[in-house]
């Protein structure tokens, strides 16, 4: 997508979410609302959702930082197919979402691969990263592995098969089934990846 696709989608969600009560909404969503706006967290950071022109801003945001468009795009959509539904600990691929199996090779690439990359060869270095980024430690899944809340009612799963000289490390994420329903599949796909680089350079900093 190009900026203006960005805005565009930023445009319309938050011309929706404008017609809805955010009392109701916050409820659904799973957010505080002080009367002015939504908070929540989102990526192991706070955002602020104002509700009377849904512009979206971190809770901490430093004046000349700007909120990055592809974030502020999925804060709103989560915000638009907030159900109510909690966290269901059932867990599937990407590829097993409705409509995911189109687009799970392109999800390889640009999620589990970089995954793969980064944590497949150094042990422990998910368990550092996950914990530093606010994430679960979830024993007996892969050589590591850690679940993530990513919105207040949306849980995401990495997990590292890690690599020697007889194996090839390998990897995957995986979603709360509650994630398909909130989200398209491109959003998903936004989402899981979006994740994946916050843990990368997460991992950047332990160094």
Same mark, same amino acid.
């Given at each position: ?10 445009? #319309? ?5 404008? +017609? @809805?009560?955010?009392?109701? /909404?916050?409820?659904? !969503?799973? %957010? ?80 589990? #691969? ?5 944590? +497949? @060869?150094?042990?422990?270095? /998910?368990?550092?990263? !996950?914990? %530093? ?75």
């Amino acid at each position: 997508m190009r900026t203006d696709d960005y805005k565009n989608a930023i445009k #319309l969600a938050a011309q929706d979410l404008c +017609g @809805r009560n955010p009392q109701q /909404l916050s409820e659904l !969503a799973g %957010a505080d609302f002080d009367g002015q706006a939504l908070s929540f967290l989102f990526l192991n950071r706070q955002v602020k959702v104002s509700a009377d022109s849904f512009t979206v801003s971190w809770a901490d945001q430093a004046e000349n930082e700007e909120f990055p468009l592809t974030d502020a795009v999925l804060v709103l959509h989560y915000l638009q197919g907030a159900n109510g539904l909690k966290p269901t600990g059932t867990l599937e691929a990407y590829r097993q979402i409705p409509g995911g199996e189109f687009y799970a090779a392109a999800f390889r690439k640009r999620a589990e #691969l970089p995954l793969i990359g980064t944590f +497949g @060869r150094k042990a422990g270095l /998910l368990t550092k990263a !996950a914990q %530093a980024f606010g994430g679960l430690i979830k024993e007996g899944l892969g050589d590591e592995a850690a679940i993530f809340r990513v919105f207040p009612n949306m849980d995401i799963l990495t997990m590292i098969h890690l690599g020697d000289e007889e194996f090839e490390a390998d990897g995957q994420v995986l979603f709360d089934k509650s994630v398909g329903l909130g989200l398209s599949i491109e959003d998903v796909s936004w989402l899981g990846s979006t994740l994946v680089y916050r843990l990368m350079g997460a991992a950047k900093k332990l160094a």
